[in-house]
């Protein structure tokens, strides 16, 4: 059971600074991998209301630290209010994916698309096709992924919204500001998909879901899992209501990697509470002799950066 936080937010190197000053600028949501000796990263810009999530990107490094962006795409091109995380992978050679959360502007909820290109920096978003809707899971808004290959096949974990209870809201109130999620009508869990492809997916429900009462009664996302000696880590996001919706905390839980997990402690394991060094959004790279963590970092004027940190695993 992980005791010690698996690395110190407040020492970690900047890797993209936000646009501007504020509550409201983002720099973050990453998505990274280790191919070929090189970092590559996905990641996304955001301004204020009514901008919000505007361009996604794609950033090479030798290092982990000092990246060049490669490739970016505008919210318009996806016909969308905002974009949210992407998850990048690279299938093949001459094979990559790119599978995108945004606002589906016909109805107003989140939903998952799917690029594919022959490189990193090929990605066409007019190319676009379907991965999961609200629709097809049978919810509000499904967004965040996070995509790994498992025994031969393929898993995704999301951020999803179920409906909420009867009679606390009608759809105008979930869908009229094109983001369930921020509502407060009803609570945010993550759920898995498998596929055999990568391209078809069948939804199975939650896997991580917000506690009774505490600090992530709102709000259980998972965003990335690294295997230890006993098993897996997962580390998730958390909050307590919807005020905290862009401050969530991480949490760290145990698991089997797939659809079995459970709290590793009570209380955030990562980052400071609600403000100022907040992490949220962990992605981990792991290799057989280190991890380097991804993460949004709250600033002292409440924008977020995209930081990174380096944790050495082979004795």
Request: hydrophobic share 35%.
């Amino acid at each position: 059971m992980p005791t010690q936080p698996p690395f110190d937010p407040e020492r970690g190197t900047t890797v993209v600074e936000p646009l501007g000053s504020g509550p409201g600028w983002w720099a973050g949501a990453p998505s990274a991998l280790w191919s070929g000796g090189r970092f590559y990263l996905s990641y996304r810009l955001r301004r204020p209301r009514p901008e919000r999530g505007g361009s996604t990107h794609i950033a090479v490094s030798d290092d982990g630290v000092r990246f060049e962006t490669i490739w970016t795409a505008q919210k318009e091109e996806f016909d969308t209010p905002s974009i949210e995380r992407s998850a990048l992978v690279h299938v093949a050679d001459r094979h990559w994916r790119l599978y995108v959360s945004y606002v589906d502007a016909a109805d107003g909820r989140w939903r998952i698309d799917l690029l594919e290109g022959a490189a990193p920096d090929r990605f066409d978003p007019r190319q676009r096709r379907p991965v999961l809707t609200a629709a097809d899971i049978g919810a509000e808004g499904v967004k965040d992924p996070w995509v790994a290959r498992r025994d031969g096949g393929w898993q995704l974990l999301a951020s999803y919204v179920d409906a909420p209870p009867h009679g606390t809201g009608d759809r105008s109130d979930l869908h009229g500001t094109m983001d369930v999620f921020t509502t407060g009508l009803t609570t945010s869990s993550t759920g898995i998909a498998t596929s055999d492809d990568g391209l078809t997916w069948r939804w199975a429900g939650a896997v991580l879901t917000p506690s009774a009462g505490g600090w992530d009664s709102y709000t259980a996302r998972l965003t990335s899992v690294v295997a230890t000696a006993d098993g897996w880590l997962g580390f998730y996001d958390g909050c307590g209501g919807v005020e905290q919706n862009y401050e969530e905390r991480c949490g760290l839980v145990i698991g089997d990697g797939a659809d079995h997990w459970s709290r590793a402690s009570a209380r955030p394991a990562v980052g400071a509470p609600g403000g100022t060094g907040t992490v949220r959004y962990v992605e981990a790279v792991q290799t057989t002799a280190w991890i380097r963590f991804f993460y949004e970092f709250t600033r002292p004027d409440g924008s977020h950066e995209l930081r990174t940190s380096l944790r050495e695993t082979r004795p």
